[in-house]
């Protein structure tokens, strides 16, 4: 119960300990007896940013060791992988490092909180070692939230992108797409229209806004093919009014609750709302701020 809290405070908390009597402090190991962890998030390493450390290391030295647990034969990185990858490309044979007793699930855990806390990942990656902290090892939304400092409303709209069709994920983590583009790309009726907006946005020829305000459009009955008739030209002009009056409160609501809002309407006048929620803490989130006045 005191890791699982120690992880739910954050790295500080959990590496707290590892200056004591029981980490045995810093010690030298050499690289050839030191492996990475293969089942960490980070899926890909930025060669220039780890040249770029490696300079800083040469200038400076290496600041903060790294953390490794014990194998029967030699030592797991448990965090600071970028370090001893900058390490290795100097060339160096030993690198100072805090040996820590980790449990193979510890080891995930603080692995994913790290990269989460303190490094770089795409959106996808992020996106991914939150599910994963949350179904395989059991967190919950409060413990991830305290952990990684994001809202619970953050951290459910993050794992809602591994919904996404596969070929719009791969645009994510290529960051053709922004994830603000792919959110909005979810609310497409079909996977075709999902997949050639989203062409489009990575060329640059539509935004956020714009691919909201087509959806929106399509949605309350309208096409570019379809003029309205002269008899019908001012009510629909007030129609049209009333339906971006929809859109601009179906955007502030999604802003201010943190989740998917979806208003339905014929007439610009009257409609239904529809609210998602992947959890039951985000529900209890979303009750709170509906009942908050």
Request: proline letters at 3%; glycine letters at 6%.
């Amino acid at each position: 119960m005191a890791k699982k809290k120690a992880l739910g405070q954050g790295l500080d908390a959990l590496f707290g300990d590892n200056t004591g009597e029981d980490a045995g402090g810093t010690q030298t190991l050499r690289m050839s007896d030191i492996e990475p962890n293969r089942n960490q998030p980070r899926q890909h390493f930025d060669d220039n940013a780890i040249a770029e450390l490696a300079d800083s290391i040469r200038q400076h030295g290496l600041i903060q060791p790294i953390v490794v647990r014990p194998l029967e034969q030699g030592y797991q990185i448990v965090a600071g992988e970028r370090r001893w990858r900058a390490c290795r490309m100097l060339g160096m044979s030993e690198v100072p490092a805090i040996i820590k007793e980790f449990t193979d699930s510890e080891t995930a855990q603080i692995a994913l909180i790290e990269n989460i806390q303190r490094e770089d990942l795409n959106p996808i990656e992020e996106a991914s070692a939150f599910r994963a902290l949350m179904d395989e090892y059991n967190m919950t939304q409060e413990e991830l939230s305290k952990a990684v400092g994001r809202s619970r409303s953050a951290i459910a709209n993050s794992v809602r992108l591994l919904n996404l069709p596969e070929e719009i994920i791969e645009m994510i983590k290529k960051r053709e797409i922004s994830v603000g583009q792919a959110k909005a790309l979810s609310a497409a009726e079909t996977e075709e229209e999902m997949l050639s907006l989203a062409k489009e946005a990575s060329a640059g020829k539509i935004t956020v806004r714009g691919i909201e305000k087509l959806l929106s459009g399509k949605k309350s009955g309208e096409t570019a093919a379809e003029k309205p008739a002269p008899a019908q030209k001012e009510k629909d002009k007030e129609v049209r009014q009333g339906m971006n009056f929809m859109t601009e409160m179906q955007l502030s609501l999604e802003h201010h609750l943190g989740s998917k809002v979806k208003i339905v309407s014929k007439d610009g006048e009257a409609g239904s709302i529809t609210i998602d929620f992947y959890s039951k803490d985000e529900l209890s989130e979303i009750a709170d701020k509906l009942t908050m006045y």
